[in-house]
């Protein structure tokens, strides 16, 4: 009924295309049966911006490729979203790259002026609630698949409370950022992670502020110096708002977020952050050459946003109506 009165319709954005997390919910066959209905009602479809990956499963794979065979339009957020599709079969030569979304949020909304700063550093540390839901686990390996995953889980908190650590040895500030409601749940085993370590003191350095939007987000991201983040959108968010960003990877889209901005090198695997110190000191040591850099490269992906809704909205609108 609604998708009747409804001329064009948009996917936009995120890491839609996965089979990660099962077909159902907001999975490869939710996205099918919208697409579907669109096109049934004469509607435009437009997929802009979208990310993939993993996409495992035969069922996946043949509903996210017959879901974007059916738009009028599609475009990646990168080039990585681009190869996991060819991967599975589907071509995408002459489909089109552009950044994330989030690239051209209103410079008003990003501009969460902090002009409270006290003597301190302030790094921002992201944490997330990671249970490997990225990695396909075969029936038969689940239990010990699980287990590794604990393990690796264990062992990132572990690298992050070192870290914690070292920052209040060396009198900063830690402001503890998430990005889901399910990463609540992980700052609470991080902080009593450090509280059973001996050597580390000044809990009071540590600072825990509810996140329930983007704009709290933003603002407390707009309150660092530094960011080290896990999720994909505190660290976009992060570059955004112009912070030295760290990421610790755990999906493709990261690193090809941090090569596009052209900070490769301070990207590490999440199950390898042995150099994650020698990393953080490395970036606060060009901190000014680097926000110069990010700035640039804000710029340049804001204008090809519009560029993309300037094509979108003029061109391929006014095309596809008038077939």
């Not at 606060?284 to 926000?291: L, P, T, V, W, Y």
Request: with cysteine; net charge neutral; charged share 25%.
């Amino acid at each position: 009924m609604r998708l009747r009165r409804t001329d064009v319709f948009i996917i936009a954005g995120t890491g839609l295309l996965t089979d990660a997390y099962g077909l159902a919910g907001w999975g490869p066959y939710n996205l099918f049966k919208w697409s579907l209905m669109a096109k049934i009602c004469r509607c435009k479809l437009f997929f802009v911006s979208v990310g993939a990956g993993p996409i495992n499963s035969a069922a996946g794979k043949w509903l996210v490729k017959s879901a974007l065979s059916l738009a009028d339009f599609r475009s990646y957020r990168d080039n990585s979203t681009a190869q996991c599709l060819n991967g599975i079969g589907f071509r995408t030569d002459n489909d089109r790259v552009y950044p994330d979304l989030a690239f051209s949020l209103p410079m008003a909304v990003v501009s969460h002026a902090h002009t409270e700063r006290g003597q301190r550093t302030v790094v921002g540390l992201g944490l997330m609630a990671y249970s490997g839901q990225y990695k396909r686990i075969p029936s038969d390996e689940q239990n010990s698949i699980l287990e590794q995953s604990n393990a690796s889980y264990l062992a990132y908190l572990e690298s992050l409370a070192n870290l914690a650590g070292w920052l209040l040895a060396r009198e900063n500030d830690v402001r503890l950022l998430i990005g889901d409601l399910a990463d609540v749940s992980t700052t609470q085993e991080f902080k009593c992670l450090l509280r059973k370590r001996p050597s580390v003191s000044g809990e009071a350095h540590i600072i825990d502020e509810p996140i329930r939007s983007v704009d709290d987000l933003l603002s407390q991201i707009a309150a660092t110096d530094i960011v080290v983040a896990t999720r994909f959108h505190n660290v976009l968010l992060a570059l955004l708002c112009e912070k030295p960003v760290i990421s610790i990877s755990f999906h493709h889209k990261c690193l090809s977020l941090m090569s596009a901005m052209g900070l490769s090198s301070y990207c590490l695997d999440i199950n390898d952050l042995k150099r994650l110190i020698e990393k953080l000191c490395d970036m606060e040591r060009n901190a000014d050459s680097i926000k110069a850099s990010i700035r640039e490269k804000v710029g340049e992906f804001r204008e090809a946003l519009d560029e993309q809704y300037r094509l979108i909205f003029n061109d391929t609108w006014r095309r596809a109506s008038n077939q």
